[in-house]
């Protein structure tokens, strides 16, 4: 009996942890807000007309990106996409883009372009895959959008 408790009470720890881990602050994303939009960033923000990419991008989860810019004032602000996942507050991942406070300056809807990828634990790969065991599903859908200053 403890035994099993004592496995239930891991096995509930290591989901937790998992979805702590889901909702982690990672940098280093590439792919520009052009490949996620068909409009320019100026027409979805009016704030971004004129703005300057910093280059610090970044992920809260997998659902939420976020860009960094100067804004023609010379403040610094991320523009965020987030796609709406069952499960998934954006609101709440928002927060996450800052170390220290978020402050949400506008935020809207847009249409963007969305992968949804379902990767199996195990699988066999052959050569040229990418990624094995996944499967991923593209298309088009309402993206909650948005501006926030950090501090």
């Given at each position: 009996?403890r035994?099993?408790?004592?496995?239930a009470l891991?096995?509930?720890?290591a989901?937790?942890a998992?979805l702590?881990?889901?909702?982690?602050?990672?940098?280093?994303?590439?792919?520009?807000?052009?490949?996620?939009?068909?409009?320019?960033?100026?027409?979805?923000?009016?704030?971004?007309?004129?703005?300057?990419a910093?280059?610090?991008?970044?992920r809260?989860?997998?659902?939420?990106v976020?860009?960094?810019?100067?804004?023609?004032?010379?403040?610094?602000?991320?523009?965020?996409?987030?796609a709406?996942?069952?499960?998934?507050?954006?609101?709440?991942?928002?927060?996450?883009?800052?170390?220290?406070?978020?402050?949400?300056?506008?935020?809207?809807?847009?249409?963007?372009?969305?992968?949804?990828?379902?990767?199996?634990?195990?699988?066999?790969a052959?050569?040229?895959?990418?990624?094995p065991?996944?499967v991923?599903?593209a298309?088009?859908?309402?993206?909650?959008?948005?501006?926030?200053s950090?501090?």
């Open positions: 009996m035994r099993t408790l004592r496995h891991a096995a509930i720890c989901l937790a998992t702590v881990h889901s909702q982690e602050r990672k940098m280093g994303v590439r792919q520009a807000p052009e490949t996620v939009f068909d409009e320019p960033i100026g027409t979805l923000l009016p704030e971004l007309e004129g703005a300057t910093t280059g610090e991008n970044g809260v989860g997998s659902e939420l976020f860009w960094g810019y100067r804004l023609g004032d010379g403040r610094p602000a991320f523009l965020f996409a987030c709406p996942h069952e499960g998934v507050n954006c609101e709440e991942r928002v927060q996450m883009i800052c170390l220290d406070r978020t402050n949400v300056l506008r935020t809207g809807t847009a249409a963007g372009h969305v992968v949804h990828r379902v990767c199996s634990p195990v699988a066999l052959k050569p040229g895959d990418t990624r065991g996944c991923d599903t298309g088009t859908v309402a993206v909650m959008i948005g501006l926030v950090c501090g």
